[in-house]
Each structure stands twice: as structure tokens, then as C-alpha cells.
């Protein structure tokens, strides 16, 4: 059974007196805030993990390669392992066929996503929507489309490598369960995250690749074809590939 923090602190009846933002460093740090608010002193050191709380934080990691479909969602929906928590409206986990065949792989949500709570609803989700049908698939029937962050960054910022690194277990876990025949990856940053490299796109594109052994296709991402529709064709390409290596599966 998974663990939450709160039942870690019920278990050592810590709660409901112990909380962690009280703690010595914490006060510490918040007291030399005010100090340098008011003038009275010029840096403010980062406050530093007591032992208590790094071992809390150690006990209370949630086992998420064990989890089921529900027990993910809920803990994605929970989450609070890095600072885009603190800016989300909510989480975005997925949508789709939880046992599809096809796994889109897009970067992390947008404003309109954020709001909505489902991945690809804006004009990006249009064209995937349409570059989809263009290979007979409907969103919903045996596809699923996640991204590789669950919470967006804000002012639409790249990801950076500590919440690739938070999220990526909920993803892998999310691959594993459904066990997808392929995966879609769009753009740079799913390619690159999923692949575990810097290259190009152009030079990940027109070959098969393997994320924790599922065939993955590399394609441009639809924000990007939205600004550079000449490059459609060779999305176009990138779709056959997807569909023809599906059905020689
Ligand atoms: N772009 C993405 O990569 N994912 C979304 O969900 C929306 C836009």
C-alpha cells in the first residue's frame, strides 16, 4: 500500500501538531525574509532539509511502479514533488483508451489545457486531432495522449530538467499500464525527454526508436506546424511510418 505523508506523520503521531512548514529551518528562513524585506539583513539562505524531513520525504515517495490506473491518477492529481504545483490550476494526467493500442506523447500543458484539465484542447489539439484522422484514429478510440509533464509551466516556459525528472515515473507508469503497441512522440521536448537525448528532431525523425521497449516515431509537434505549415508534409511522413509500422506489428 502506498504511503502518504500524512499517513507517515499519523504514524509516527506527529499529526496533527507536526507540520512540515513550521519546522526550525523553515521559521529560520521566513524570519530572514522579513529581516531583508525590512532591510535588516541583505541575502536569505535557502532554508536546509532538517534530518526528520529528509527522511519523511525519503518514507513518504510514493511507490508509483506499483500503483493501478486509479492509484496514479490520484497521486499525479496530488502531486506536489516540484514548484509547478504551486502554479497549476490542476493537473493534466491524459485522456483517451486506457488500453489503446497508440500513445501520443506530447511536452506538458498549456493555459487552455491547465484550465480544462485534458491534454491538447487548443489550436495545437485541432491539428492533432486532423493529423490523427488523416491515419483513420479518432482521440478516445484506441489512442491515449499524455504529455511528458502533468502540470503546466508557467507563461508556457520550457520544462526544465528537475520536473522532467518528477515526472517521468508517472509517464513510464502510465506506458506500462497501457501497455501501448506504439508511441507518438511530438516535437523536441517529448522526443528528447522520452529518448533520453539532445538530438535534433530532424535527425530523430524517419526511424523507429524504443521508450522501455514500446516502438516510438518521432514527429514535429502541431504548435510548431501550426507556425511552419510547409514542414506538414513531412509530418505527413512521420504519420505513415507511425501507421505502416503499426501494421506490420
Ligand atoms: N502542447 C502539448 O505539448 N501538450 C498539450 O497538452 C497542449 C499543448
Known sequence: MTMTREDV???LELLPAWKLRESPASRAHSIAQTDAMEGKQDAVPSPVETPIEKLLSEIAQPDIQGMD???????????QSCSLAQTRTQTVFGVGDP???WLVVGEAPGAEEDRLGEPFVGQAGKLLDNMLAAIRLKR????YIANVLKCRPPQNRDPNGEEVQKCDPYL??????IQPKLILA???????????????????RGRLHQYHGVPVVVT???????RSPLEKAKAWEDLCLARDTMNGL
Do not use: M
Open 220 to 226: 514535429f509537434h502541431p504548435a510548431y506546424l501550426l
Open 9 to 11: 506523520l499519523r504514524e
Open 69 to 79: 490506473w486509479q492509484q496514479l491518477q490520484d497521486c499525479v492529481r496530488n502531486c
Open 140 to 143: 478516445g478510440e484506441n489512442v
Open 186 to 204: 511530438l516535437g523536441k521536448f517529448a522526443a528528447q525527454s522520452l529518448l533520453n537525448t539532445q538530438d535534433s528532431i530532424s535527425s530523430l
Open 99 to 101: 488500453n489503446a493500442d
Open 172 to 177: 513510464k507508469r502510465q506506458v506500462e499500464l
